[in-house]
Every structure is written in structure tokens, then in C-alpha cells.
């Protein structure tokens, strides 16, 4: 504990883990935070090289940024990144539960194997993160997790009765931590994305009619850039955000509406 209060004394930036960040979604957000100045650890399962590219960009905003790399399924990797994150940082201020896992398979083949892998990364890894991450968080009485979720956990899908089932899982963590934690001043939400483009310059917000088969039921008649995700993630984290806790986002240009 005496090695928490140190590094939160001696290091004025908030540090954040942000799982499933070497490309996509995660890695907007990734590069978000560190734009507000945020050091970033970033993971991802198996590409080294990719990891270490975003580490790089989130240096040249001013902070500081490592990669790991571990498939946060694997208990034993998911020891691991908390290992690493605390050595180097000394503490986790931010935790973001990026990286997911979907399988598309009909419940009559879903494997045992399946099962227990899909809610490995989708609940089992939020969960022990959050357990090894809490402690520090509560000496300093602050603390910001958020847990990225899906449509899955709110309507049902032909195929993916597993997936919905971590995701609704995750949903119920979050509500229960965010009542648990909020004496500690210790926020807990969760976004619910809807159909992003990935594949865009993150500057540039889609235009109206691209990928018309996936924009048919988007009242907004495009696909969301992951910037704008990135941005909603970044003023849940901040103090301007604090008195919100124990709510589910949802950001999808109003393909659902809960």
C-alpha cells in the first residue's frame, strides 16, 4: 500500500489501462486519454508491434505509455498486465474494459470451451481487474472504471446467447460496484456502442449512406466514427463527469433506444 501512496504523490498524471487497445475502438480511446493528458497502458492479445505503435503516439502527446501484451482470458495473463502495470506506474487510476470477445454460434453448438471463453474475457477479466485496481483507487479516493458492452446485452440475437449473457453479466458488476464504490468517490459506467467504421481516419465522421446495409435501421443513416466513442469515454473519466455513476450509454446514432 505505502508503494500506491508514493506513486500517487509523485506522478500528477491520472494513469489508465485501457484493455484491447492496439487497434479499433480500444485504440481511439487509448489515444483520447492520453490527449487530456492521461498516461496509458496499452494491451493487446498477441500483436506486439501494433501495442508498441499506439504506445509510441501516446508518448508524443507528453505522457507516458507502455504495451503489454496478453490475451485477458488467460487468468494467468491477466495477472501478468496488472504485474506490469503497477511496477511500472505504481497504481491504475482509470480502468476501461475494452477487449471483447464474440462468437457467433447457434446455443445448440455453443462448446463448453466456448462458453467458459466468452465469459472469461467478457466478465471474468473486468472482474479481476477491477478487484486488483480498487484497493489503490480507494487510498485516493478516486477512481473511473468503465466497462465497453454491446447491443447483446440489451436485445436479443439469434447466435450469440453467450455473448449476451457476459454482457449482461458486466452490466450487473457495474451497477453493483457503482454502489459499492461511490463512498470512495469511485465512478462505474458503461457505453453500449452500436455500429462503428473502423476503418476511417478517426478526423473524418462518416458520411450519410456509407455501408447502407449496416446504416438501414441507423435513424442517423451512418455509422459512428470511434472518435466520438473515444470522447464520450473521456468525459465519463473526468472530474467533470462526477457526479454520473451507475449508468449504461448507449451510442449508436439511435439504432437502439432503451
Known amino acids: ?98 477487449a471483447g470477445l464474440r462468437e457467433h454460434c447457434e446455443v445448440s453448438e455453443i462448446t463448453d470451451s466456448q ?38 446485452a440489451h ?6 446467447a453467450h455473448v449476451s449473457a457476459s454482457k449482461t453479466g458486466a452490466i450487473g458488476l457495474m451497477h453493483a460496484l457503482s454502489v459499492e464504490l461511490s463512498p470512495h468517490n469511485i465512478l462505474v459506467n458503461s457505453i453500449v456502442p452500436g455500429a462503428f467504421d473502423t476503418s476511417v481516419d478517426n478526423t473524418i465522421i462518416p458520411k450519410n449512406n456509407q455501408h447502407s446495409s449496416r446504416t438501414k435501421h441507423i435513424p442517423l443513416d451512418r455509422l459512428g466514427n470511434p472518435n466520438e466513442l473515444a470522447k464520450l469515454c473521456s468525459f465519463l473519466v473526468s472530474d467533470d463527469a462526477s457526479y454520473i455513476t451507475g449508468q449504461t450509454f448507449h451510442i449508436n446514432g439511435g439504432e437502439y433506444r432503451s
Do not use: C
Not at 494491451?43 to 490475451?71: K, M, P, W, Y
Not at 436485445?155 to 450469440?160: E, V
Open 1 to 98: 500500500m505505502g508503494k500506491i501512496l508514493e506513486a500517487h504523490k509523485n506522478n500528477k498524471h491520472k494513469t489508465a489501462l485501457v484493455t484491447g487497445s492496439g487497434r479499433n475502438l480500444g485504440k481511439s480511446i487509448a489515444l483520447e486519454l492520453a490527449s487530456k493528458g492521461i498516461n496509458v497502458i496499452v494491451n493487446s492479445q498477441t500483436n506486439n508491434d501494433q501495442a508498441n505503435l499506439v504506445s509510441e503516439e501516446i508518448r508524443s502527446h507528453g505522457v507516458d505509455s507502455i504495451s503489454i501484451i496478453g490475451d485477458v482470458g488467460n487468468p494467468k495473463d491477466v495477472e501478468r498486465i496488472i504485474e506490469k502495470s503497477l511496477s511500472h506506474f505504481g497504481k491504475v487510476d482509470i480502468l476501461i474494459n475494452n
Open 115 to 152: 462458453w467458459k471463453n466468452v465469459l472469461a474475457v467478457n466478465l471474468d477479466a473486468p472482474f479481476y481487474f477491477t478487484r486488483a485496481f480498487v484497493p489503490g483507487m480507494k487510498l485516493a479516493n478516486w477512481g473511473r472504471i468503465i466497462n465497453i458492452s454491446g447491443l447483446n
Open 155 to 160: 436485445r436479443g440475437q439469434p447466435g450469440w
